[in-house]
Structures are given as structure tokens and as C-alpha cells.
């Protein structure tokens, strides 16, 4: 399949949206309908990984959901990880083997944890940093671990502004649209969530549109924004 015919987007319309993206991801795991979907200049190594780790982040997804609230992050860590692994085979730019992506876990998650203690000597998580993990010197850093890794996939030469920053935790709290009621309740209006603002706007025929709010979506410039979202202007 050429390049330019794989669309862009692909939009799930259900009423349990999990259970469909994975039904969706299911193309995945046979070797015939992955290489429909991605092209076949993929290996049968490379395919049968994909596979693999596809049951693997599903098991540890379907397993969280069902865990008390001590294990199931962790879970879900791992499902990540599992899923992060499908981005780095398959990456147009730089596709790794499964020989590849073990090297880099070998040398982490790529996230490093930085406690801090407040003026009265209380421990508070919102207040600790998270360090994206790189080696090199300024100037020439590398990432090192899984994150910065999967980041350079999905963001490009972007992500590489990021190695070796330290991010608050409570920032990466107000990353996350879950977290966003509590965030509100817990800690004031103030610490909504971080991510795009969007408004509603329906003409006379009952045709809704999503519009961005550039004013209130600090993450990056709007015209990124309209090149990487599928709002309408």
C-alpha cells in the first residue's frame, strides 16, 4: 500500500470506546491484515512482535481494571510500555526490532523522580520533579530509556528540547483530562486541566462543531494545534 492512500485519521464511533480500540488494534495480530495496514515491508520477525505485545498490553489492561487501586497503576504502566512497543516498530522515521526496543528498556523507563521537601519539611508529590532521562552532554544529548524514546517518535526533534528537564508532578497532573475534576475540587479552579480548549458551537441544522481556544491551549501555537488535531477552525 503507498504511503499517501493510509489515512490519517481513523475515527471509532461506539459506545464503549475501549473495547473497540482494541477491537480495532486486533488487525494487528495476524501478519496478513498488519501488512494490509502498515505495508509489507515489514519483517515476519517484526510482525510477530507486534502481535506479541499487543496480547501482552491488552492482558495488562483487562487485569487493571479489575485490581485494587495499589496494583492497578502499575498494571497499566506496563500496558504502556507494552503499547509504546507497537509505536517503536513501527516508526517510519526509525523503526527498531524487538532486539532494539530491549536494549533501550535495559536502560529504563526514561523518567527519573526527584523528591522535594516544602519549606516545613513535608513531603508533597505535587511538588517533586520528573526528569526525562538522556546521556551526552549539552548540545548533544540522546534519549535514554523508553519515554524519551517513544516521545522522539510521536513529537520528532521537538522531544529533544525535553532531555534532561525536570517537570513538576503537579503539572503532569493537569496533563491528564481524568484527573481533571480532581484536580479542581482538591486544589482550586485554578488547576484545570492543561490540554486543548475546545468550544462548542451547532448551527440551525444540528451540526456541531469543536472549536479550538487557542487563548486557554498553552501547549503549543495554534496553527500546530489545527495541523495536528482534526478540529474545525
Request: with cysteine; proline share 6%; charged share 25%.
Amino acid at each position: 500500500m503507498d504511503g499517501s492512500e493510509t489515512p490519517s485519521l481513523v475515527r471509532l464511533k461506539t459506545d464503549t470506546p475501549l473495547d473497540a480500540m482494541w477491537t480495532y488494534f486486533r488487525v494487528l495480530e495476524t501478519s496478513e491484515s498488519a501488512q494490509r495496514l502498515l505495508g509489507s515491508e515489514h519483517s515476519a520477525e517484526t510482525l510477530a512482535a507486534a502481535r506479541d505485545t499487543l496480547r501482552q498490553a491488552r492482558s495488562y489492561f483487562f487485569s487493571a481494571r479489575t485490581s485494587p487501586m495499589l496494583t492497578r497503576p502499575v498494571l497499566a504502566y506496563y500496558g504502556m510500555i507494552s503499547l509504546a512497543k507497537l509505536v517503536l516498530l513501527f516508526d517510519r522515521a526509525q523503526p527498531r526490532t524487538l532486539s532494539d526496543i530491549e536494549d533501550i528498556e535495559r536502560k529504563g523507563h526514561g523518567l527519573k523522580q526527584h523528591d522535594n521537601l516544602d519549606p516545613a519539611g513535608q513531603f508533597r508529590l505535587g511538588d517533586c520533579t520528573v526528569e526525562i532521562t538522556c546521556d551526552g552532554k549539552p548540545g548533544s544529548l540522546k534519549p535514554r530509556g523508553v519515554f524519551p524514546h517513544l516521545a522522539s517518535c510521536i513529537a520528532g526533534s521537538e522531544s529533544h528540547k525535553w532531555l534532561g528537564e525536570h517537570v513538576r508532578v503537579h503539572r503532569l497532573f493537569r496533563s491528564i483530562p481524568q484527573l481533571d475534576t480532581v484536580m479542581r475540587e482538591t486544589l482550586g479552579s485554578e488547576n484545570h486541566f492543561l490540554g486543548l480548549a475546545v468550544g462548542f458551537h451547532s448551527d440551525t441544522k444540528g451540526h456541531t462543531d469543536l472549536v479550538l481556544n487557542s487563548r486557554d491551549s498553552p501547549l503549543m501555537p495554534e496553527p500546530e494545534l489545527r495541523d495536528r488535531v482534526p478540529y474545525s477552525p
